[in-house]
């Protein structure tokens, strides 16, 4: 089984792929989907679940470490060259558990608040292509360049 700092770039990952999965199956049969609320909620909060739970799994081991972790994917198209870092230090793994807690929380919230409204299916579809967005700010490097300046 891998280390959980392995598997630090999971964390904005997998609520995508959730809300990837969706979003397409919402595109395929819509009126089928717009019936399914309980599934849609429930993969959507289950995918930020499984984020929230790397991302404590990574600060119980990251509060007694000193390391900075980075991970980087450098994409070549032509002559542009794209890349991608991500770093784990304490400042990322506390915000990482605290965003994965409130994103978790406003979720259970819009569910049981708007539980059998118009428009459910999209707004979790929304809200986990949201959810993916934000965690993945605190593990980029350029959000680090900017917080230090």
């Avoid at 819509?30 to 399914?36: A, P, S």
């Avoid at 409130?102 to 919230?109: F, K």
């Amino acid at each position: 089984m891998p280390a959980p700092l392995e598997l630090f770039w999971l964390i904005p990952v997998i609520p995508f792929l959730g809300a990837l999965t969706l979003a397409s199956l919402l595109i395929s049969f819509n009126r089928t989907m717009n019936r399914l609320t309980k599934p849609v909620s429930f993969i959507t909060i289950s995918s930020v679940g499984i984020s929230t739970a790397i991302s404590y799994l990574i600060l119980y081991q990251e509060l007694g470490l000193n390391t900075i972790n980075d991970l980087s994917f450098i994409y070549k198209i032509a002559n542009f060259e794209f890349s991608i870092n991500f770093i784990i230090d304490k400042f990322s793994a506390i915000s990482e558990s605290v965003l994965c807690t409130l994103l978790i929380i406003y979720m259970i919230y819009t569910y049981f608040s708007r539980y059998g409204k118009k428009g459910q299916v999209r707004l979790f579809v929304i809200l986990g292509f949201t959810a993916s967005l934000f965690l993945a700010i605190p593990l980029l490097s350029f959000t680090r360049n900017l917080i230090s300046m």
